[in-house]
């Protein structure tokens, strides 16, 4: 019934829809045409305001009770700055209150409603300073609010600098702070308010809140005010700001500039929720219509606005699409959109793409800095999707061996993801070792999409808040290289021109998934044959994007080499994989006779599917021969004991706090590795500590022959076992130049000190200081 009424109530405009959008679509782009032909940019360099004074404006309309409130602590705050309210042809006796209890106040009286924007332009027209500061007046401002606006105005190139907003209800969701950002998504712009308490500083945002903020006047009239079309209220302030950052200019937040704000005090007394969120709906197309100059996102905005408005329909209302009458109110109003939009192509400087990374934090750094062509101690962002303390994993070992070398020869700032709280407690080591850390508990990535061309690896780790925390790092701590760990964690390399995108590949991932596609269950493969198909696309999508690509191993190198010998410039193998080999001691004798020690993380497939192996087809064929041999199991999320077979003695331990006891103590390892890439940790850590070992081909992939035993079928890798659980000698031998080899070639230490090395040649190498 809900259903059936929403489509008689939207049937006209409904049927009308294509026309809806198809008449805006043909007049912006015939627009866009005409301007390439005829028009003409007339862009000045900024000149640098005077900070020594300000001026605020403050729209009124029926807003006495709140200005009797707000007025005097401004007054206090101001000194002998200038006040100005501009009355908005009020009925409650506003103008005439403020003249008899607010002298100083200067009161500019309006006899008809212009609106939030068109009261605003008629006060910034009419202040003696450079500087604006506009208030709402339900804003309640503290005495010290307005040094800090005023010192971001020492950079010529800002546009505005917005004040931190807090709720006069402190119990009260602060939907708003002043830290804005937004995004383009879906063919539409989304916008949102960050509160991020480490932001202490002057920090880049999309827009200045048009009821909180100081505007350097002379440019607020270049890029004409608060545009009329977006009237009655909202948007106006987002507008402004997309304009600026197109215009190449900046806009800042200013946490030290706290301001109380009284939510919507004269809005919401005013119009019903649902009249507000029809100009909301209807301002976003207008925005779009106005700014949006790059023909592909025109294309999608338009397809994503006709749809939006019939699934509006269809399944009910949404925030993030229109619906059938903001199709309609914009529409009416397109005259007015083509001519805001012909003088905003004249006043961009910049292309849309551009103006969407700039206020972004990490591009804020990267396009406005001069950062130092040669750097001796770089400053390194290490993002890792997984807990590093303990290291569970053999990604886990990586990574945290690096970060305890690498804080010898960089600054070092971790971002890392935990799957629960309490684990930042482990990684209190970390904290202490590091420069900065962040730790953010695992975020919910986005939906596995049907039909998305995505893997869902990376899909799992997509997710704004983190791309934040990375972005907003680089900036405080003027990183030099992000240093990305694991494939799926590719998708946060930006496009920058001076900061070095660093991704170490544990595994190629498309061959991992290949390799399982051989040996997986039949009824599984088509699934796992489209996940190794958008795996290989994302993969030479996304590689192409970073300065340096770290291999596990010479062999993966080769391995993607076939793929895209573009690359292979880029491949630095060698330099990630090792281990501090002096934290193992060597022990070749001494060893519990008659035991197998196998040794993973089970959150690893291809661990799981090797446990199974192992298990099923050589463990009988090792027992049978001696019945007295025992299979010891370590590692982090076991199987049941139950899911094993009952032959022999199997030993399940799960996870361990240190391996190192375990390494020293059994006699044989077995690494039945089929599926997956990259070099294993556990065989290194297995090479250190003196244990022998037998593994297949593809789980000693990277190693020299000579120091393990391989087999790929059972009965071969059955008697490798025996052979190493027999002979004494053979196995001291094997484990001796394991061991030399490990030493050699693997050792942490010195793989790192190449590794913060080649992080110095990146940066000189994309800086022009090579």
């Given at each position: 019934?809900a259903l059936a009424a929403?489509?008689?109530?939207?049937?006209?405009l409904?049927?009308?829809?294509?026309?809806l959008i198809?008449?805006?679509?043909?007049?912006?782009y015939?627009?866009?045409l005409?301007w390439?032909i005829f028009?003409?940019?007339?862009l000045?360099a900024?000149?640098k305001?005077?900070t020594?004074k300000?001026?605020?404006v403050?729209p009124?309309w029926?807003?006495?009770?709140l200005?009797?409130?707000y007025?005097?602590?401004?007054?206090?705050a101001?000194g002998?700055n200038?006040?100005?309210v501009?009355?908005?042809?009020s009925?409650?006796g506003?103008a005439?209150f403020?003249a008899?209890?607010?002298p100083?106040v200067?009161?500019l009286?309006l006899?008809?409603?212009?609106?939030?924007?068109?009261?605003?332009?008629?006060g910034?027209?009419?202040?003696?300073n450079?500087?604006?500061v506009?208030?709402?007046s339900?804003?309640r401002?503290a005495p010290?609010?307005?040094a800090?606006?005023?010192?971001g105005?020492a950079d010529?190139?800002v546009?505005?600098?917005s004040c931190?907003?807090f709720?006069?209800?402190?119990?009260?969701l602060?939907?708003?702070?002043?830290l804005?950002?937004?995004w383009w998504?879906?063919?539409?712009?989304?916008?949102r308010?960050r509160?991020?308490e480490?932001?202490k500083?002057a920090f880049?945002?999309f827009?200045g809140?048009?009821?909180?903020?100081?505007?350097?006047?002379r440019k607020f009239l270049?890029?004409?005010?608060?545009?009329?079309?977006?009237a009655p209220?909202?948007?106006e302030d987002?507008d402004?700001?997309?304009?600026?950052w197109?215009?190449g200019?900046k806009v800042?937040?200013?946490p030290?500039?706290h301001v109380?704000h009284?939510?919507r005090g004269?809005?919401?007394?005013?119009?019903s929720?649902a009249y507000?969120?029809s100009?909301?709906?209807k301002?976003?197309?207008?925005?779009c219509?106005?700014?949006?100059?790059?023909?592909a996102r025109?294309?999608?905005?338009?397809?994503?606005?006709l749809?939006?408005?019939?699934?509006s329909v269809?399944?009910g209302?949404s925030f993030?699409?229109p619906?059938?009458?903001?199709?309609?109110?914009?529409?009416?109003?397109?005259?007015?959109?083509?001519?805001?939009r012909?003088r905003?192509c004249g006043l961009?400087?910049?292309d849309?793409t551009e103006a969407?990374?700039?206020p972004m934090?990490?591009?804020?750094?990267?396009?406005?800095a001069?950062?130092?062509a040669?750097?001796k101690?770089p400053?390194?962002l290490?993002?890792s999707?997984?807990p590093?303390?303990p290291?569970?994993h053999?990604?886990?070992?990586?990574?945290?061996q690096?970060i305890c070398?690498l804080?010898?020869?960089?600054?070092?700032?971790?971002v890392?993801?935990?799957?629960?709280?309490?684990?930042e407690?482990?990684?209190e080591?970390?904290?202490v070792?590091?420069a900065?850390t962040?730790?953010?508990v695992r975020?919910?990535?986005r939906?596995?999409?049907?039909g998305s061309?995505?893997?869902f690896?990376v899909r799992?780790?997509?997710?704004?808040?983190l791309r934040?925390?990375?972005h907003?790092?680089?900036?405080l701590?003027q990183?030099?290289v992000?240093?990305?760990?694991?494939?799926?964690?590719?998708q946060?390399?930006?496009?920058?021109?001076q900061?070095?995108n660093?991704?170490?590949e544990?595994?190629?991932?498309?061959?991992?998934?290949?390799r399982?596609?051989?040996?997986?269950?039949?009824?599984?493969?088509p699934?796992a044959?489209?996940?190794?198909?958008?795996?290989?696309r994302?993969?030479l999508?996304?590689?192409p994007k970073m300065?340096?690509?770290q291999?596990?191993s010479?062999?993966?190198?080769?391995?993607?080499?076939?793929f895209?010998?573009s690359?292979v410039p880029?491949m630095?193998?060698?330099?990630r994989a090792?281990?501090?080999t002096?934290?193992y001691?060597?022990a070749?004798?001494g060893?519990?006779?008659?035991?197998?020690?196998f040794?993973?993380?089970?959150r690893?497939?291809?661990?799981?599917?090797?446990?199974e192996w192992?298990?099923?087809?050589?463990w009988?064929l090792?027992?049978?021969?001696?019945?007295?041999v025992?299979?010891?199991i370590i590692?982090?999320?076991?199987p049941?004991r139950?899911?094993?077979?009952?032959?022999?003695?199997?030993e399940?331990i799960g996870?361990v706090?240190?391996?190192?006891?375990?390494l020293?103590?059994?006699?044989?390892f077995?690494?039945?590795?089929?599926?997956?890439?990259?070099?294993?940790?556990?065989l290194?850590e297995?090479f250190?500590?003196g244990?022998p070992?037998v593994s297949?081909?593809v789980?000693?992939e990277?190693f020299a022959?000579?120091?393990y035993?391989?087999a790929?079928?059972?009965?071969?890798?059955?008697?490798h076992?025996s052979?190493?659980?027999?002979d004494?000698d053979l196995?001291?031998d094997?484990?001796s130049k394991a061991?030399?080899?490990?030493v050699e070639?693997?050792d942490?230490?010195a793989i790192?000190k190449k590794?913060?090395?080649?992080?110095?040649d990146?940066?000189?190498?994309k800086?022009?200081?090579?």
């Open positions: 019934m929403r489509i008689l109530r939207n049937l006209p409904l049927l009308l829809s294509p026309l198809g008449v805006p679509a043909a007049a912006l015939l627009l866009d005409f390439k028009g003409r940019a007339r000045t900024p000149e305001p005077d020594r300000a001026s605020v403050i009124n029926n807003g006495r009770d200005l009797a409130k007025i005097p602590p401004l007054i206090e101001m002998d200038e006040i100005i501009v009355d908005n042809g009925t409650d506003s005439r403020l008899e209890t607010f100083s200067r009161v009286a006899p008809d409603n212009l609106g939030f924007g068109g009261g605003s332009n008629h910034f027209a009419h202040a003696s450079d500087i604006v506009l208030l709402n339900d804003m401002v010290d609010f307005l800090p606006l005023l010192e105005f010529p190139s546009f505005a600098v931190q907003i709720f006069s209800d402190p119990a009260k602060r939907e708003e702070t002043g804005t950002q937004a998504e879906n063919g539409g712009l989304r916008v308010h509160i991020d480490r932001v500083t880049p945002c827009y809140g048009g009821g909180s903020c100081a505007f350097d006047r270049e890029l004409g005010g608060f545009d009329e079309l977006l209220f909202y948007l987002t402004l700001g997309y304009m600026a197109k215009r200019w800042l937040y200013e030290r500039s109380w009284e939510h004269t809005i919401g007394k005013k119009f929720p507000i969120d100009v909301l709906k301002n976003f197309l207008l925005f219509w106005k700014n949006i100059h790059s023909p025109l294309f999608e905005h338009f397809f994503f606005s749809a939006g408005a019939w699934l269809v399944f209302e993030e699409r619906n059938p009458r903001a199709l309609w109110r914009a529409f009416v109003q397109l005259p007015g959109a083509l001519k805001s012909w905003a961009a400087a910049i849309d969407f990374k700039r934090p990490g591009y804020f750094l990267d396009r406005f001069k950062l130092p040669r750097v101690k400053s390194v290490l993002l999707p997984y590093v303390c290291p569970v053999g990604g886990g070992v990586f990574i945290y690096t070398e804080v010898k020869h960089a600054d070092v700032h971790l890392i993801l935990l799957d629960e709280e309490w684990q407690q482990a990684h080591e970390l904290t070792l590091c900065s962040s730790y953010l975020l919910e990535g939906p596995r999409g049907f061309l995505t893997p690896a799992e780790f997509a997710n704004d808040d934040w925390a990375i907003r790092t680089v900036l701590h990183v030099d992000v240093q990305l760990d694991y494939t799926n964690m590719a946060y390399a930006e496009d920058y021109r900061i070095v660093v991704l170490f544990h595994d190629v991932y498309f061959q991992s998934i290949g399982s596609l051989a040996g997986g269950a039949w009824l599984k493969r699934a044959a489209y996940e190794y198909l958008r795996a290989l994302y993969e999508t996304v590689l300065d340096r690509i291999m596990c010479a062999a993966n190198a080769a391995y993607l080499a076939e895209a010998p690359l880029k630095q193998p060698g330099l090792g281990i501090d002096a934290r001691e060597f070749a004798d060893r519990e006779p008659d035991t197998l020690l040794l993973g993380s089970f690893h497939i291809p661990n799981r599917e090797a446990l192992f298990v099923s087809h050589v009988p090792i027992v049978a021969k001696r019945p007295s025992r299979l010891v590692g982090s999320d076991p049941p139950h899911s094993l077979p009952e032959i022999g003695h199997i399940m996870f706090d240190d391996v190192r006891d375990a020293r103590r059994y006699a044989v077995v690494c039945p590795i089929l599926t997956g890439s990259g070099v294993r940790v556990k290194l297995a250190a500590a244990i070992v297949t081909t789980g000693a990277g022959d000579g120091v035993l391989r790929d079928e059972p009965s071969a890798f059955a008697a076992v052979t190493l659980l027999d004494a196995a001291r094997l484990a061991r030399a080899h490990v070639d693997w942490m230490a790192t590794l913060a090395e080649s992080f110095v990146a940066v000189a190498e800086r022009g200081g090579k």
